[in-house]
Nanobody
Framework: QVHLVESGGGLVQAGGSLRLSCAAS????????MGWYRQAPGKQREMVAT???????NYADSVKGRFTISRDNAKNTVHLQMNSLKPEDTAVYYC???????????????WGQGTQVTVSS
C-alpha cells in the first residue's frame, strides 16, 4: 500500500506565505509526475502545479510567479511554496503522485487527504 500525507495548510492573511508538503510512503518502486491540485467550495478540482521526475514544471496561470513546486526524490516528497497569497487561493489542496509499486506494475494515481488553505482579506 501507498500513503500520501500532506502538511502545512492553515490560515494566513492576504499577501502572506505558506509551504505545503506531501510525503509518500509504502511500497514504492518509482514516482513519476507529482502535483498539487485544489478545490474551492462549489468548484471543480483544478491543477495548481506539477513537476515531472526530471524537474519540468507546469503551473496554472493564476499562480504563475507566486507559487513554486519542488520535489525531493530521495524523500519521496513534493513541496508547494505559496507566496503573495490571495483570498481566491482559498481551497482544499491535494497532492497527487503517479506511483509504480513494482517493475512490472502499472502506474497508479495516488492522492493525499487534502489540507485546507484559507486566505483572509
Amino acid at each position: 500500500q501507498v500513503h500520501l500525507v500532506e502538511s502545512g495548510g492553515g490560515l494566513v492573511q492576504a499577501g502572506g506565505s505558506l509551504r505545503l508538503s506531501c510525503a509518500a510512503s509504502g511500497s514504492i518502486f518509482r514516482i513519476d509526475t507529482m502535483g498539487w491540485y485544489r478545490q474551492a467550495p462549489g468548484k471543480q478540482r483544478e491543477m495548481v502545479a506539477t513537476i515531472t521526475s526530471v524537474g519540468f514544471t507546469n503551473y496554472a496561470d493564476s499562480v504563475k510567479g507566486r507559487f513554486t513546486i519542488s520535489r525531493d526524490n530521495a524523500k519521496n516528497t513534493v513541496h508547494l511554496q505559496m507566496n503573495s497569497l490571495k483570498p481566491e487561493d482559498t481551497a482544499v489542496y491535494y497532492c497527487n503522485m503517479g506511483i509504480t509499486t513494482g517493475d512490472t506494475s502499472p502506474r497508479d494515481d495516488y492522492w493525499g487527504q487534502g489540507t485546507q488553505v484559507t486566505v483572509s482579506s
